[in-house]
């Protein structure tokens, strides 16, 4: 418990009115997306940047943890309290959009601002903003930064590292500080802004944004490949890349996905013969730039095998091509009562042996394993199916398979998350994916922004 002495002096920061530490209020902010939970002591709503300045340089004085958030949607337990202390929310006051510059294309934000109210904004005045989380309609983009959230548009576009061009930011000491410029070029002393970017919030507290943007495309269409295995479908991917392809997005469905689907939304006329499938969209400045793109998708899908490809001819047709895909996650709830879900990537050229060898562990310990996600850029959704959670000797199995998926992916040469980030869920895992001298270098960073450790310490194993 914080002491009362420590309450009184933040609700002179702040105001009475932007503390809580009532029983609602530390429920409300004790779990996210993992549904794990750990009450804070209270809750802060700062009202601005200074503060921030002020509650962290008093935490740090007084040793009290501090954990920033968002909306709280993340999948890892990234802004969990899992220690106890101060649960910093950026998303009440802290939620504004402070400018579109037009000539420098960028746009200044603040962390609260809600990822598609910032799209929405930027497309207003033909500007565009490619991330595109799935928690897009309520994260945070601060949370984003802070997670290096990626997306489906993520296939040509990159994800949020991509299109941060600075950050302001206020260290556990209560010392502001600018990472980056509006420049093009900066190579001006470290890449501050690239070491803040992904940290989860454990090295500084992030209260300004601006972000690149680039000129909306006028035309969009969205295609579907049809196969008759995933493997195929996989083989597709990054040859069809190679051949020329530059689909916005190249999102999977395997044939546990696609069977699960037919069975929750029987409403929904997927192809009979469907053991895998690719749905996307391509884009461009003109129709024939679409026609082209979809042409080279057309005849490289044809070399492995595709027995369809389908082209939506306007936005209905558009969203019923999407549709399977948007309610994957959803839909193999069919297969169990507890699903152990996970965001590996691997590189392009490997989606084919990864699955191959995804499916083998699964089938080692018993497991339905349907998969799906962003194949145009190498992120797999691996869900590993327990049928009944309540069955410990399923459970435990459950975690040994996805501990087995993890060695799996790394030896392949990829990682153990593509956008959900490690936070306390992953954090075990850490040494899979890196060696001893790249954990202390890790630590040497957090000790050096944060030496007494206040700020959402113990996430990503630090």
Same mark, same amino acid.
């Given at each position: 418990?914080?002491?009362?002495?420590?309450?009184?002096?933040?609700?002179?920061?702040?105001? !009475?009115?932007?503390?809580?530490? +009532?029983?609602?209020?530390?429920?409300?902010?004790?779990?996210?997306?993992?549904?794990?939970?750990?009450?804070?002591?209270?809750?802060?709503?700062?009202r601005?940047?200074?503060?921030?300045?002020? =509650?962290?340089?008093?935490?740090?004085?007084?040793? @009290?943890?501090i954990?920033?958030?968002?909306?709280?949607?993340?999948?890892?337990?990234?802004?969990?309290?899992?220690?106890g *202390?101060?649960?910093?929310?950026?998303?009440?006051?802290?939620?504004?959009?402070?400018?579109? %510059?037009?000539?420098?294309?960028?746009?200044?934000?603040?962390?609260?601002?809600?990822?598609?109210?910032?799209?929405?904004?930027?497309?207003?005045?033909?500007?565009?903003?490619?991330?595109?989380?799935?928690?897009?309609?309520?994260?945070?983009?601060?949370g984003?930064?802070?997670?290096? $959230?990626?997306?489906?548009?993520?296939?040509?576009?990159?994800?949020t590292?991509?299109?941060?061009?600075?950050?302001?930011?206020?260290?556990?000491?209560?010392?502001?500080?600018? $990472?980056?410029?509006?420049?093009?070029?900066?190579?001006?002393?470290?890449?501050? /802004?690239?070491?803040? @970017?992904?940290?989860?919030?454990?090295? $500084?507290? @992030?209260?300004?944004?601006?972000?690149?943007?680039?000129?909306?495309?006028?035309?969009?269409?969205?295609?579907?490949g049809?196969?008759? +295995?995933?493997?195929?479908?996989?083989?597709?991917?990054?040859?069809?890349?190679a051949?020329?392809?530059?689909?916005?997005?190249?999102?999977?469905?395997?044939?546990?996905?696609?069977?699960?689907?037919?069975k929750?939304?029987?409403?929904?006329?997927?192809?009979?013969?469907?053991?895998?499938?690719?749905?996307?969209?391509?884009?461009?400045?003109?129709?024939?730039?679409?026609?082209?793109?979809?042409?080279?998708?057309?005849?490289?899908?044809?070399?492995?095998?595709?027995?369809?490809?389908?082209?939506?001819?306007?936005?209905?047709?558009?969203?019923?091509?999407w549709?399977?895909?948007?309610?994957?996650?959803? /839909?193999?709830?069919?297969?169990?009562?507890?699903?152990?879900?996970?965001?590996?990537?691997?590189?392009? $050229?490997?989606?084919?042996?990864?699955? %191959? *060898?995804?499916?083998?562990?699964?089938?080692?310990?018993?497991?339905n394993?349907?998969?799906?996600?962003?194949?145009?850029?190498?992120?797999?959704?691996?869900?590993?199916?327990?049928?009944?959670?309540?069955? !410990?000797?399923?459970?435990?199995?459950?975690?040994?398979? @996805?501990e087995?998926?993890?060695?799996?992916?790394?030896?392949?040469?990829?990682?153990?998350?593509?956008?959900?980030?490690?936070?306390?869920?992953?954090?075990?895992?850490?040494?899979?994916?890196?060696?001893?001298?790249?954990?202390?270098?890790?630590?040497? =960073?957090?000790? /050096?922004?944060?030496?007494?450790?206040?700020?959402n310490?113990?996430?990503m *194993?630090?």
């Amino acid at each position: 418990m914080i002491d009362s002495k420590h309450l009184d002096y933040f609700k002179e920061v702040v105001g !009475e009115e932007n503390i809580r530490a +009532d029983k609602a209020h530390l429920i409300a902010y004790c779990y996210d997306a993992t549904k794990e939970r750990f009450e804070p002591d209270a809750v802060i709503f700062p009202r601005d940047e200074q503060d921030v300045s002020k =509650i962290l340089k008093y935490c740090n004085e007084h040793k @009290i943890v501090i954990v920033p958030r968002g909306a709280g949607s993340g999948f890892t337990g990234g802004a969990l309290p899992s220690n106890g *202390g101060i649960i910093l929310s950026l998303e009440r006051h802290m939620n504004k959009l402070l400018e579109i %510059d037009m000539e420098n294309m960028v746009g200044v934000v603040q962390p609260g601002l809600i990822n598609m109210e910032f799209q929405k904004a930027v497309e207003e005045v033909g500007l565009f903003y490619p991330p595109d989380p799935a928690s897009e309609q309520y994260s945070t983009l601060g949370g984003n930064v802070s997670e290096n $959230a990626g997306g489906m548009r993520a296939a040509k576009y990159g994800i949020t590292k991509d299109y941060v061009v600075a950050l302001r930011a206020v260290l556990p000491s209560g010392e502001i500080i600018t $990472a980056g410029k509006k420049t093009i070029k900066d190579v001006a002393g470290y890449n501050t /802004a690239g070491i803040l @970017i992904a940290s989860e919030g454990t090295l $500084a507290v @992030i209260t300004e944004i601006t972000l690149k943007l680039i000129p909306k495309p006028k035309y969009k269409q969205t295609y579907m490949g049809v196969f008759p +295995d995933v493997n195929k479908a996989m083989n597709a991917v990054f040859k069809s890349l190679a051949n020329g392809a530059n689909p916005v997005a190249m999102e999977f469905l395997d044939a546990l996905v696609i069977k699960a689907l037919k069975k929750k939304f029987p409403q929904v006329a997927l192809p009979e013969n469907a053991g895998g499938i690719l749905v996307g969209d391509v884009d461009g400045s003109s129709q024939a730039e679409i026609d082209s793109q979809l042409e080279t998708l057309k005849e490289s899908f044809a070399n492995f095998g595709s027995t369809d490809f389908i082209i939506a001819k306007d936005e209905e047709e558009s969203a019923k091509l999407w549709f399977a895909r948007r309610n994957a996650s959803p /839909a193999t709830a069919i297969y169990g009562t507890k699903k152990l879900n996970e965001d590996i990537s691997v590189p392009r $050229a490997k989606l084919p042996e990864a699955l %191959d *060898g995804i499916y083998k562990i699964g089938e080692k310990y018993g497991f339905n394993v349907p998969c799906f996600g962003h194949a145009g850029d190498g992120n797999i959704h691996v869900n590993v199916m327990v049928k009944d959670k309540t069955n !410990e000797k399923e459970m435990k199995d459950g975690h040994k398979a @996805i501990e087995e998926i993890f060695q799996f992916v790394v030896d392949l040469e990829g990682t153990l998350s593509g956008e959900h980030g490690i936070g306390l869920s992953k954090a075990p895992f850490m040494s899979i994916a890196f060696n001893e001298a790249e954990l202390n270098l890790f630590r040497s =960073i957090k000790k /050096a922004f944060d030496p007494n450790n206040i700020l959402n310490p113990f996430k990503m *194993g630090l």
